[in-house]
C-alpha cells in the first residue's frame, strides 16, 4: 500500500515536473549546438517572443479546463487589435482609451463565442468557435480593407515593443515589458484558479459537468466566462503584437490556435477537461518557443520545424495517456477480453 | 522516469538532425530569408542567392516561414538570425509594415539588412541598406500592353489579383488595370484569390458565369493563373480566352509550352536571389549601395520560352 502511494507520489511530480525537465534538457542540447543560444541577445528574443502565444495559452488552457476549446483566439486577437488600432489611427482617439476598447472588444468576442455554447445550445465549442474564427477574420480584413494600419501611438506599442527601463545597460533595460506582464499574468491566473469561486468552479464543471450542476454551479455561467477570459487574454496578446511589429495586421491571427493548443496539450492539460495548471502551460508555451528559436539558430527550415512540434505534441500527449493509466486499462481490457474468447 | 527518457530522446534526435546545417565560419554567414519556403518561386531566390554565395566565399542559409501569411513568424526569425550574429541578412518580408520592427531590432543589433521582392512601407530608409525589386506597377502595364495587341479593342476582360493590401499585387492589379483603361480594354471584374490556385478555379468560375463575353484574363501570379485556366478549359472556352500570369513559375513555364496558359510576366527569382546576396556582400566590403534596384522582368510565351528555360536550367544546375 505504502510502495503503491510512494510511485502515485512520483508519478504526480513526474506529471508536473515532466514538461519542465524536457524543456531543461531541451536548452542544454541547444546551448552545445550554437552557442549564440545562451547569450542575452538570444534569450532577449525568447522571452519576447513568447509572449502572444503565453497569452492565447492562458485562454485557451482555461477552455480546455472545462472540455471546452476556442479556436478563434487567434483572430479574437486579430480583431482586438483591429478595433483598437481603428480607435488609435484612424479615429484619432486617446491611446489609453483605445486599449481599453480594444481589451473591451475581445472580451466581447469572448461572450459571442460563450453565449453561442450556452444560449445556442451548439453542440460543441469547437464548432461555435470555429465558426466566429471565419467571421472575426472577415471582419477583420473588410475593417481594414485588408490593408495594415500602421503608425501605431507609442503608449499602445509600449507593451510590446519596450523594455522595463529605457537605460539598455541596465539588467532591467533588457527585460521586455511584454515578458513581465506574461510573468505576472501567469501567477495571477494560478492564484485565480486555485483559490477563487470560480476558478474552482472551473475545475469542477470541466471534471464532471453533471456533478457540478448537482451540487450547484451555475454550469452555463462558468462556461460563458471562460470565453470571455480567453477573450481577455487574446486581446492582451493582440496588444502585445500590434507593439511588436507597429501595425494591426488582419492576417496576424491565421494558425494561433494551433500553437496555443499545442502548448496547454504539452503542458500536460487533458482534453478531457478538469486537469491542469499554468506552470504546466507555461513550460508548454516556453518549451515551443524555445524549440523554433533553435531550430531558427540552426538553420532548420520551417517545414522541419513543424514535423517536430507535431512529434513533441503527440509524445507529451502519449506520456499523458500512460500517466494517467489509460494505456494500462485498455491492455488489461484487451487481455480480459482474450481471455474471455478462450 | 523510463518515459521521461524517451521524451528527451527522441527531442535530442530532432534538434541535432539540425545540427549539422548550424553555422560554422562566423563572419561569413548570410541569412536570406524569403516569404515562405513553398513555391517555386522562392526555391528560385533560395538558389539564385545560394549561387551567390558560392562565387563569392560566403555560407548563405536560406530560410522562411511555412506560410506567405506567417508575418510574425517571419519577425522571429529576422531577430534569431541576428542573435545568431550573421553577418547580414537578406530579407524578403511578407508584410510591408510589420516587418520593420525585427528590421530595426537587427539593426540595432548592428546586421545589416538588403530588402528583396517587396518593400517595406516606412519613410526612415536608413533601416536597410537596399531595396532589390521588380516595379511591379510597371510590370504589370507591360503584362497589359501585350495582352491589349493581342485583343480586339473594346473588349473585356477580367484581372484576377493577390491578398489586398500587398503592395506587390497592388502595383502588378493597377499597373495592368490603368493601361487596359488607357487602351480602351473594358476591365469588367478585379477580384481578390489569394495567391492560391484552387481560389482562383473558384473565382475564375464566378467571373465567367457573371461576364462571359471576357476575352482575357490576366492574373497577378502564376499560381492563380494556373487556377483560372482550368476554370476556362472547363467550360471549354480555351481557345476564345488568353490566360496570362506573373512570375514566371515551372508550372506556368510547363503550361505554355503545353499550349495552354498564354504568356507569363516573369520576373528573374533566380537573379534576384543572386543580386540579394551580392548586395550584402558589396555593403559589408564597404560599398556604397544604390538604395532602389529595380530587378529584370521579361514576358514569356511560346516565342521565347525555350531559351528562357534553357538559362533558367543553367543557373540551377550551377548552384547545385
Known amino acids: 500500500m505504502n510502495s503503491k502511494n510512494a510511485s502515485a507520489a512520483a508519478r504526480d511530480i513526474f506529471a508536473k515536473a515532466g514538461p519542465v525537465v524536457a524543456l531543461i534538457i531541451m536548452c542544454v542540447i541547444l546551448s552545445v549546438a550554437n552557442k549564440n543560444f545562451l547569450t542575452s541577445a538570444n534569450l532577449l528574443n525568447v522571452s519576447r517572443q513568447m509572449t502572444i502565444n503565453g497569452f492565447l495559452s492562458l485562454g485557451m488552457m482555461v477552455c480546455i479546463l472545462t472540455a471546452g476549446i476556442d479556436l478563434s483566439v487567434g483572430f479574437t486577437m486579430t480583431l482586438s487589435s483591429v478595433v483598437m488600432a481603428i480607435c488609435a489611427v484612424k479615429l484619432g482617439w486617446n491611446p489609453y482609451l483605445s486599449l481599453f476598447i480594444g481589451v473591451v472588444t475581445g472580451m466581447f468576442l469572448g461572450l459571442v463565442n460563450g453565449l453561442l455554447l450556452t444560449k445556442c445550445k451548439l453542440p460543441h465549442p469547437f464548432i461555435s468557435t470555429m465558426a466566429t474564427q471565419n467571421i472575426y477574420k472577415g471582419i477583420a480584413l473588410v475593417a481594414t480593407g485588408a490593408t495594415p494600419i500602421a503608425s501605431i501611438p507609442p503608449a499602445i506599442k509600449w507593451a510590446g515593443a519596450n523594455f522595463v527601463s529605457s537605460d539598455p545597460s541596465t539588467f532591467l533595460g533588457k527585460v521586455p515589458v511584454c515578458f513581465v506582464m506574461m510573468i505576472v499574468a501567469y501567477l495571477a491566473f494560478s492564484i485565480f484558479l486555485n483559490y477563487t469561486i470560480l476558478g474552482r468552479h472551473i475545475y469542477a464543471v470541466g471534471g464532471n459537468m453533471s456533478a457540478a450542476r448537482l451540487s450547484g454551479v451555475n454550469v452555463d455561467y462558468v462556461r460563458t466566462m471562460v470565453y470571455v477570459i480567453s477573450g481577455f487574454t487574446a486581446a492582451i496578446g493582440g496588444i502585445i503584437l500590434t507593439g511588436r511589429t507597429n501595425a494591426a495586421y488582419p492576417l496576424s491571427g491565421m494558425l494561433m490556435e494551433n500553437d496555443a493548443i499545442a502548448a496547454v496539450i504539452i503542458g500536460g492539460t487533458s482534453f478531457f477537461g478538469g486537469k491542469g495548471n499554468t506552470l504546466g502551460t507555461f513550460s508548454g508555451v516556453v518549451l515551443i518557443t524555445v524549440l523554433r528559436n533553435g531550430l531558427n539558430l540552426l538553420n532548420v527550415t520551417s517545414d522541419l520545424q513543424t514535423i517536430v512540434i507535431g512529434a513533441v505534441i503527440l509524445i507529451a500527449v502519449f506520456i499523458d495517456v500512460v500517466r494517467s493509466g489509460g494505456f494500462a486499462k485498455v491492455k488489461r481490457l484487451a487481455k480480459e477480453f482474450a481471455k474471455e474468447i478462450e | 522516469m523510463k518515459l521521461s527518457r524517451i521524451f528527451s530522446l527522441c527531442l535530442a534526435a530532432s534538434l541535432l538532425t539540425g545540427a549539422p546545417a548550424a553555422a560554422a565560419d562566423a563572419g561569413k554567414d548570410i541569412t536570406v530569408i524569403v516569404m515562405a519556403l513553398n513555391s517555386d518561386y522562392w526555391h528560385m531566390v533560395e538558389a539564385g542567392a545560394k549561387l551567390a554565395g558560392q562565387d563569392l566565399g560566403y555560407n548563405v542559409n536560406v530560410i522562411g516561414p511555412n506560410a506567405e501569411t506567417d508575418a510574425i513568424g517571419q519577425a522571429n526569425m529576422v531577430e534569431d538570425a541576428a542573435a545568431n550574429k550573421v553577418a547580414a541578412i537578406v530579407l524578403a518580408p511578407n ?226
Open chain 2, 95 to 320: 508584410d510591408p509594415v510589420a516587418l520593420i520592427p525585427a528590421v530595426g531590432n537587427a539593426k540595432a543589433a548592428g546586421v545589416p539588412v538588403v530588402v528583396i521582392d517587396m518593400a517595406l512601407t516606412t519613410q526612415d530608409e536608413s533601416l536597410y541598406e537596399s531595396f532589390i525589386g521588380t516595379d511591379n506597377y510597371e510590370a504589370g502595364g507591360m503584362a497589359a500592353g501585350y495582352l491589349i495587341k493581342k485583343l480586339p479593342s473594346g473588349c473585356e476582360v477580367a484581372i484576377i489579383r493577390g491578398i489586398v493590401g500587398s503592395s506587390n499585387h497592388d502595383g502588378r492589379c493597377n499597373g495592368a488595370s490603368d493601361a487596359f483603361k488607357a487602351a480602351g480594354v473594358k476591365v469588367v471584374s478585379i477580384q481578390p484569390a489569394d495567391s492560391e490556385r484552387g481560389k482562383a478555379v473558384t473565382v475564375a468560375e464566378n467571373v465567367l458565369q457573371t461576364n462571359p463575353g471576357i476575352k482575357a484574363i490576366y492574373c497577378t501570379n502564376d499560381e492563380m493563373a494556373l487556377g483560372a485556366y482550368q476554370a476556362v478549359a472547363n467550360i471549354q472556352k480555351q481557345k476564345d480566352i488568353l490566360v496570362m500570369g506573373f512570375d514566371g513559375s515551372f508550372g506556368a513555364l510547363d503550361s505554355i509550352e503545353a499550349g495552354e496558359l498564354t504568356a507569363s510576366l516573369a520576373q528573374m527569382p533566380i537573379d534576384m536571389g543572386y543580386s540579394g546576396v551580392k548586395a550584402a556582400v558589396d555593403f559589408l566590403a564597404g560599398k556604397k549601395l544604390e538604395k532602389r534596384i529595380k530587378s529584370a522582368t521579361v514576358i514569356v510565351d511560346k516565342a521565347n520560352l525555350a531559351k528562357f528555360k534553357a538559362d533558367i536550367k543553367e543557373k540551377l544546375s550551377k548552384a547545385n
